[in-house]
């Protein structure tokens, strides 16, 4: 089993890629580390190992990512938005529905009591027993 290592940040190797520049700049180190660098790079390639010294790639990688997870985030929170919207419509429905229903419920029972509050042969309610005037 081949003993990997593990992928620095990008962040990290924009720093490492941008303190490689500066040494190829300087005058007294700076072919040596330069052609160091650049046999090490091409080592790396020639051995199927993907090399990150491009400062001006690395910050556009960098960038591209940024934007790639505000685009998510942005995503997620419109998500979670419409979820809350759903259940609060819902929600609403379902209290109109029973609220209706409590009012059907109370209909029903004064129109069954108005039923029985009428008397066959009898106009309009029952007011109190028939003899109960003339005596």
């Known amino acids: ?4 290592k593990r992928r620095l940040s990008k962040h990290k190797e924009l720093e490492r890629a941008k ?3 500066e040494e190829k700049n300087d005058p007294e180190k700076g072919e040596a580390a330069a052609k160091k660098q650049l046999w090490k790079a091409a080592m790396d390639r020639a ?5 990150h010294d ?12 940024k934007k790639k ?5 942005e995503k997620w929170k419109e998500r979670i938005q419409t979820r809350d919207q759903l259940k609060a419509e819902k929600q609403q429905k379902r209290s109109n529905n029973i609220s209706e229903r409590i009012h059907h419920q109370k209909m029903r029972k004064i129109a069954k009591r108005e039923k029985k509050l009428l008397r ?7 007011e109190g027993f028939i003899t109960e005037g003339s005596s």
Not at 1 to 4: D, E, L, P, T
Not at 69 to 73: I, L
């Open 1 to 4: 089993m081949q003993n990997k």
């Open 19 to 21: 303190k490689l520049e």
């Open 47 to 51: 051995s199927g190992i993907k090399v």
């Open 54 to 65: 491009d400062p001006k790639l690395l910050e556009k990688s960098i960038r591209k990512e």
């Open 69 to 73: 997870q505000q685009k998510n985030a």
């Open 120 to 126: 066959p042969g009898f106009e309009g309610r029952k």
